[in-house]
Structure formats: C-alpha cells, structure tokens
C-alpha cells in the first residue's frame, strides 16, 4: 500500500453539498483502484498569497488515502477536468510518515524511520 496526501482548493463560492460531492467522487474513484480515503480534514475558505483566476480566496480541503495502484492519473484528470476546483496537489507520503500518522501499519514509527 502506498499512502497519499492530496490538497484541493477549490472556488470560494463553493456550497457545503458540492465540497461532499466532490469527496464522494474522489472517493469512489479511489475505491475502484483499491484505495480508501483515511482522513479527510475540511480548512474552509482561506485567503490565497496572490491572485488565482481572479479569484483572492477559495475552499481549502485536505485528504490523506492510501491505495494498492502507482497510478494517479485517471485521478489528476478528474480534478483538472472539474471547473470547481482551483488548483490541486498530490504528493506521495514516504512510508515513515505514513506510518506515523496511522496510514500505514499500527500507526508507530519504525526505528529506521527514526
């Protein structure tokens, strides 16, 4: 298993139902490659450094997942593809800090993680 953490930021005009639309749609889509979503942590409207698509704020969400497949693309298509959400960024956890924070495992960090 390999663990993920993905942020998406999404339209600041954003209604709670699409936010949870669109988590039940990354969801699933992980679901049909053997993943799972773990944790999944809602920041809510932020304001950004600098102006994005003439926008100064968006919809802040953070998902941590893990899943048997290394391939992530039908995944990146899906949200740059999706015209409510900003930007994104998908990172890979290395395998201590999965563990870590209970990703992974029995959620304690090994000695050479260390």
């Known amino acids: 298993m390999r663990a993920y953490e993905l942020m998406i930021i999404m339209d600041a005009g954003v ?44 919809y802040y969400l953070v998902l941590e997942f893990v899943t048997e497949t290394r391939e992530m693309a039908t995944l990146e ?13 998908l990172i890979r956890l290395p395998n201590h800090e999965a563990a870590r924070r209970g990703l992974l495992g029995d959620g304690i960090p090994t000695a050479a993680a260390g």
Do not use: C, M, T
Not at 16 to 31: K, T
Not at 78 to 87: C, E, F, G, I
């Open 77 to 89: 298509r899906l949200l740059q593809l999706a015209d409510d959400v900003v930007r994104h960024k």
């Open 15 to 58: 209604e709670e139902p699409a936010v949870g639309a669109r988590i039940a749609q990354v969801s699933e889509n992980l679901a049909a490659h053997g993943g799972e979503v773990k944790v999944e942590d809602r920041w809510g409207k932020r304001r950004f450094a600098y102006e994005i698509n003439h926008q100064h704020e968006g």
